[in-house]
Structures are given as C-alpha cells and as structure tokens.
C-alpha cells in the first residue's frame, strides 16, 4: 500500500509542476508579446542593369570602284564586212576556203542581203588529225529570219563522214544579219559553203 501511495504522491507533484512550468512559460511569452514592438520585415526589389555594353563600331571604309575600261572603237559597221572575214581568222589546222557559192551579192528585189555576224571554228577531229588525214565538206543551210542558221545538210564531203559532225557543228553556231525585203526579213534558203580541212 506505501508503494502505491508513493507512486501517486510523485505523480500528483510531478503533474503539478508540469503546469506550474506551463503557466510560466504562457506568462513570460505574452509579456514578451506585449511589452515589444512588433517585428516587420521589408523586402526590397533591386533593380540590376541589364542591358549589355555597347560597343563602338566603326563602318567599313568603302572603295572607290576602279574606272572600267574604255569600250572598243568600232569603225567599220556590221553590213560592211566581208562575208569570208570570218573564216580566213580560224586556226592553222584547219584552212576553211569557205565560199558562199550561192553568192551574197544583193538581188535586184532586196533592200539588204544576209551579212555574217559570227562565225565558230569548226574542230579538226582528234582521230583525222592523228591519222594525217585531210578533207573537205559543202554544207547546205537556210538562214531564218531571226538570223540563225537552220536546217544544215551535208551535200558533199571527202572523204565521207570523217569531217561531217565537225562542219555541222560549226554551221549551227553562225549568227547572219537577215535578208530584208521591203522592211521585213525572210528567209534565205539554199546557202551553201566548203570547209577544208587541213593538218
């Protein structure tokens, strides 16, 4: 029986002074709470830079564009050329006689016969070079009315399709001035012309 009025002896006095400490702990806290003055807390926002440093920079110089040259003096107009000038430039390999057998001289009812304007190279074929084999070739062709040289056939050749692809090759890029009559040009059919070729 002592032991268990000992034991509830300590709990009551323990329990006791667990309040009593509560008490004072609620006590001081309020006058704490009373007696101070009431904490505030500011947060202030820095505004920071943030734009990035500008440079200097300078504009490229700029250059004066050099002078072009002069354009060519050109003396002699295009209806005065001689219509073989063209042919008697091309390179040693090749010696083109070219004669327009149908003649360019004018006809009584034209205002102004074909004129050449350009006339290519034809090409000595490799393979006939080689061999030392020489030749000619009479092309047959009409001038249209723009100027260009159309429908080129090959009448005569020796010997035989050896320099054939190279004369049609070259005909196709001639360029005419075209016949006009009363003011308007037409074709000029039947123009004919020799290629020799020669190492």
């Known amino acids: 029986m002592t032991r ?4 509830t002896g300590l709990a009551i006095l323990v329990t006791f002074a667990l309040f009593w400490a509560m008490q004072a702990l609620i006590t001081v806290g309020y006058e704490l709470a009373e007696g101070g ?17 500008q440079s ?10 050099k002078q072009p040259p002069p354009p060519p003096d050109i003396s002699q107009s295009r209806s005065n ?10 390179a040693p390999q090749i010696d083109p006689t070219a004669s327009l057998e ?20 034809p090409e000595y074929p490799a393979q006939a070079e080689s061999r030392g084999i020489v030749g000619w070739v009479t092309v047959e062709f009409t001038i249209a009315k723009t100027g260009a040289v159309k429908d080129p056939v090959v ?9 054939d692809r190279a004369a049609l090759t070259a005909i196709r890029r001639w360029k005419y001035n075209p016949k ?3 003011g308007t040009a037409v074709e000029r059919p039947g123009m004919q012309i020799t290629f020799e070729f020669k190492p």
């Open 155 to 163: 009448v005569a050749a020796r010997p035989a399709r050896v320099f």
């Open 81 to 90: 050329l001689d219509p073989g000038e063209g042919v008697a430039a091309l």
């Open 4 to 7: 268990y009025a000992t034991a």
């Open 37 to 53: 003055e009431p904490l505030s807390i500011e947060f202030v926002r820095l505004k920071r830079d943030t734009s990035p440093p």
């Open 180 to 182: 006009i009559v009363d």
């Open 56 to 65: 200097k920079r300078e504009p490229p110089k700029r250059e004066k564009p």
């Open 102 to 121: 149908t003649g360019i001289g004018g006809t009584g009812g034209s205002d102004r016969d074909v004129v050449p304007l350009v006339r290519t190279e």
